[in-house]
């Protein structure tokens, strides 16, 4: 699929009731090559924004130029600088900025499709004001844009997720998720001390104040997958993960004494840390983390409620094996 550019975009379509205005934030951080390609496609959705929020966040390219021309183009961008702080300080500097009652996040180098807004805005519909966020499915492209395989299985069908769900498995990115304003007034800003995994930690604490998360399995965002990404700093995102888990422990979300469930959850963690490290070519970080997954867990885990393929830790497990018996010295 090709990047939605400026003669893609349709026209004009009249601006969404002040009730259903969204605010869109972008954070951005040395990633010129591809801001713009998210603005255009924020400003080409069919329930058009009331406001796109760059906010620079001390980004030493051309983001700067691009981020006033992009402000003097569209009349809804707006462009602001901060030293640099973090994403989750910029997300949190966008959301102060943020005059309208729904928040939208678009990562710099990712895309929407033009009915993302659309489908999350008559997600919320028909359903109670305890609905705080509604977020939607997404699929992976490469630095140019076109569509990469996926190594789990997405949810078929629209559903609900719990804080107990999301604390289990991060179910979908930040740039697919349009959030009430209020949320944050109820669970707080993001955490400025995570350097990832901060999204999985915001969701859980929207989804412990008492808002349900409604999620649609229609794939309507493009993430792309580069080496800037960070999710490519595999030891920072495993360390962080432990980090959330903690915190999810301390809050109660689940009972300390539900030994089973901290187990299982630990056992997927380091699952998903074999992944980060395996795509990083550190095959031997991989395997270690695979064995230690099967270890401190060694039944089978729920593969439909984790959308997994079947033995999916011992189909992991294999595949490093084997690389790392090709590769020995890596990682």
């Keep these: 699929m090709n990047p939605v550019s400026a003669a893609d975009s349709p026209a004009p379509v009249p601006s969404p009731a002040p ?17 713009e390609r998210a603005v255009r496609s924020a400003v080409a959705q069919e329930h058009r924004p009331l406001e796109v929020i760059i906010v620079d966040d001390g980004s030493t390219d051309t983001t700067p130029e691009l981020g006033a021309r992009l402000a003097s183009e569209f009349p809804e961008v707006r462009y602001f600088r901060q030293p640099n702080a973090g994403l989750s300080a910029a997300r949190n500097a966008g959301i102060g900025l943020a005059s309208h009652l729904f928040v939208a996040f678009l990562d710099a180098d990712d895309e929407w499709l033009p009915g993302m807004l659309p489908a999350a805005m008559a997600g919320f519909r028909g359903e109670p004001s305890t609905t705080g966020l509604v977020a939607c499915n997404s699929f992976r492209v490469d630095s140019q844009g076109a569509a990469i395989g996926e190594k789990r299985l997405p949810p078929r069908r629209d559903c609900y997720y719990t804080a107990v769900d999301i604390l289990m498995k ?5 740039s697919c998720v349009v959030a009430r304003r209020s949320c944050f007034d109820a669970a707080g800003l993001f955490d400025t001390e995570l ?13 412990a104040s008492g808002n349900r998360i409604k999620y649609l399995a229609a794939p309507l965002v493009r993430i792309r997958k580069h080496d800037s990404n960070m999710s490519r700093h595999a030891a920072r995102m495993v360390a962080n993960m432990r980090r959330v888990r903690r915190k999810a422990r301390r809050a109660g979300i689940v009972a ?12 997927i963690d380091h699952f998903q840390a074999g992944w980060m490290y395996w ?10 983390h695979a064995a230690i997954s099967l270890a401190v867990w060694p039944l089978p885990l729920d593969r439909r409620e984790l959308h997994e393929p079947p033995f999916f830790r011992l189909r992991a497990a294999a595949r490093f094996l084997l690389e790392s018996a090709f590769c020995k010295g890596r990682g």
Excluded at 195 to 207: F, G, K, Q
Aim: a positive charge; proline letters at 4%; glycine letters at 6%.
């Design 195 to 207: 350097r990832s995994s901060e999204d999985r930690d915001m969701w859980l604490r929207i989804a």
């Design 256 to 267: 300390r004494s539900d030994a089973g469930f901290w187990l299982r959850l630990e056992a």
């Design 19 to 35: 009730s259903e205005g969204v605010s869109v934030i972008i954070p951005a951080y040395n990633y010129a090559q591809y801001v």
């Design 170 to 174: 991060t179910r979908f990115m930040p």
């Design 279 to 288: 795509d990083e070519r550190r095959t031997g970080r991989a395997l270690l």
